[in-house]
């Protein structure tokens, strides 16, 4: 709540004048235009210390004027401006406080510093794209994206060794078993996987040994789409949505999808976040390597 405005020494004088007069606290409100409890804690500090005038507080006078609280509002336009910034910026005005003091008054604000969320940088034209796709599939019934393949690749890291991780232990535990991470030399801390979902569950999962292109891309469909879509117990006339990956939108995964009657999703670039599989890779990667490598792989020809 707003500190009342100050009231002025001639002011408090009249209050006491009225009071001395006999005049009542509501009366005296009234006819000065001053809250209540104003012309009653004037006459309390009249009565206990003989005068009107202002006393000498404690403390340090306040640095945070009304002033410094209107420069703040350039948080509002720049939010990524620093406390050092503001800082700068006040002292410029004769204003000098720390840093410290500059984000409590934005917190008491109910302004807060906290991590920025990330989001992918879309162009004019990929968000004239994502709108147009929204538009179009808004009235979409429900066995529509009942009927759908989702796919998409993910890297998966298989001893942990690029994330950062910890442990519960002991003192002189940290050699035990259950303690530890295991690592691999040669570069196999990651592996590249094929998935695929619908509505009604999960599809095969394949194991990439080595780098993908259009080939190994065409390889993995004309092996396991079908029989996740079988498995999947899709219908007749279901859609496959793939990403605008550049393997997936080549010349001969193009022809080789028109050869194999393949009806496709169209799908706006940059929308990891309206695949539903993105979901579920994560709860692929806390797994080991032993989890991920006896599935099913494929090696590049």
């Not at 210390?49 to 006393?55: E, H, K, Q, Y």
């Not at 040669?186 to 009604?200: E, F, K, N, P, T």
């Amino acid at each position: 709540m707003p500190r009342r405005k100050e009231l002025s020494e001639d002011l408090r004088s009249r209050i006491v004048d009225l009071h001395e007069a006999g005049k009542g606290y509501k009366s005296i409100s009234k006819s000065l235009d001053v809250h209540v409890s104003m012309v009653r804690q004037t006459v309390y500090k009249w009565r206990k210390f003989s005068t009107v005038a202002t006393l000498p507080r404690r403390g340090h006078p306040v640095k945070m004027t009304a002033r410094a609280h209107r420069m703040f509002n350039g948080v509002k336009k720049n939010p990524r401006v620093s406390a050092k910034d503001l800082q700068k910026s006040l002292a410029h005005a004769n204003i000098f406080v720390d840093t410290s003091t500059i984000r409590k008054t934005l917190n008491k604000n109910e302004v807060h510093g906290r991590t920025p969320r990330r989001k992918p940088l879309l162009s004019k034209k990929n968000i004239a794209a994502h709108l147009k796709f929204a538009k179009e599939h808004l009235d979409v019934p429900q066995h529509y994206w009942q009927n759908i393949l989702w796919t998409d690749e993910t890297k998966i890291e298989l001893f942990g060794n690029n994330t950062q991780h910890y442990v519960w232990r002991k003192k002189g535990t940290a050699h035990k078993h259950q303690n530890l991470i295991p690592t691999a030399k040669h570069g196999r801390g990651s592996i590249m996987v094929w998935g695929c979902l619908a509505a009604s569950g999960s599809g095969r999962i394949v194991v990439i040994d080595g780098k993908i292109n259009s080939r190994v891309y065409q390889d993995i469909l004309q092996e396991h789409v079908r029989p996740s879509v079988h498995q999947l117990k899709l219908r007749r006339g279901w859609v496959m949505q793939q990403d605008n990956d550049r393997k997936h939108t080549s010349n001969s995964t193009k022809e080789w999808l028109h050869q194999n009657k393949i009806r496709l999703l169209e799908w706006p670039s940059q929308s990891l976040d309206l695949n539903p599989i993105e979901m579920l890779w994560h709860d692929l990667n806390p797994f080991t390597a032993e989890d991920v490598w006896g599935k099913s792989s494929l090696t590049p020809k």
